[in-house]
């Protein structure tokens, strides 16, 4: 794939980092964008084969809410700490999400930026043609999730530990976009990465 004219981006990067935000901005340059968390949540809907081989996989108490539909809140408690039941959710919700991917890059025949956090710990950056991580200092990843989560400083970062580092993923990407200033400036850089891959 790699020595046909690039088409498909695949976009990762931290927790918190701004990969939604840079996402975005491909977008109004004319890309098609999915996002592969979107694609997961779909995956956890009630009913579908995913929900049940979760279900089965796991207790329903500590999982489920009490209208029988996933809690994402008492999953995402469970798998930071826990690798192995990490592994698992993983295992199950992986080979769904990637299915969808596909999918997608064969319906548009423009350029495609898969959004994927864990495009590199996954291997599916071998199914890109570039790759593009956005990355931020710790603290910056740290103050962000705090705002948006409201998660104490200890369990933001046992969520950033459970990837892969910045620094080894800006080691394996083709580009890096520094989203720490203001969004004119990553746009700018956004702009750059598109005429560089594509000029």
């Known amino acids: 794939m790699r020595n046909k004219k690039p088409r498909v981006i695949g976009l990762t990067g931290g927790v918190g980092t701004g990969k939604t935000t840079v996402a975005h ?9 999915v996002d592969s968390d979107r694609l997961a949540h779909k995956a956890l809907k009630k009913g579908t084969p995913t929900y049940k081989k979760i279900c089965h996989a796991f207790k329903p108490d500590s999982i489920l809410n009490s209208s029988g539909s996933l809690n994402k809140k008492k999953i995402a408690a469970l798998i930071f700490n826990n690798a192995r039941k990490k592994k698992i959710l993983e295992s199950i919700i992986h080979p769904f999400v990637f299915l969808e991917l596909s999918r997608f890059i ?14 590199f710990e996954t291997g599916f950056h071998r199914k890109v043609d570039k790759t593009v991580v956005v990355a931020v200092s710790q603290k910056i990843q740290i103050d962000r999730l705090k705002k948006k989560t409201g998660l104490e400083t200890s369990e933001i970062k046992k969520r950033i530990k459970s990837q892969m580092s910045l620094a080894e993923k800006k080691k394996k990407a083709d580009y890096v976009i520094r ?3 203001t969004l004119s400036n990553t746009q700018k850089q956004v702009k750059h ?3 560089k891959i594509f000029n």
Do not use: I
Request: with cysteine; hydrophobic share 45%; charged share 30%.
């Open 25 to 33: 901005m491909f977008k109004q340059l004319g890309a098609k964008v």
């Open 106 to 119: 064969k319906k548009h025949k423009g350029v495609c930026v898969l959004e994927v956090p864990l495009l």
């Open 179 to 181: 989203n720490e200033r």
């Open 193 to 195: 990465v598109w005429e």
